[in-house]
């Protein structure tokens, strides 16, 4: 995921990136998996030393950013969906599964 801009609105910075295959990021080698953009979310975010943020996704990025919090709860103060078709418990996403009050990795 490339940074395509940042804006600094009161105390929050904004990014708009980009998943891989769609705008400045090389496809890669790898097939396309929500889990996989998840990941590189959190790429995006190790690198740029964000510990903790809000995350606001529409149609697939809703889903990417459902599947990251699910992975990493410790990551996400808020999520904000708009039109996430996924049902976040589906173990058809093939990356984290809900048991009681936590998440955990297949």
Do not use: W
């Not at 990251?68 to 093939?94: E, K």
């Amino acid at each position: 995921m490339n940074e395509d801009k940042t804006i600094r609105y009161y105390n929050y910075h904004i990014y708009a990136i980009d998943t891989r295959g769609h705008g400045k990021p090389p496809r890669g080698s790898r097939p396309f998996t929500i889990r996989q953009f998840a990941e590189d979310l959190l790429n995006f975010l190790d690198e740029h030393g964000i510990h903790k943020t809000h995350l606001l996704g529409f149609s697939d990025g809703g889903n990417i950013a459902m599947v990251f919090a699910l992975c990493h709860p410790d990551r996400v103060n808020r999520l904000i969906l708009n039109g996430a078709n996924q049902n976040a418990a589906d173990s058809r996403l093939g990356t984290c599964f809900y048991q009681g009050k936590s998440f955990y990795r297949k």
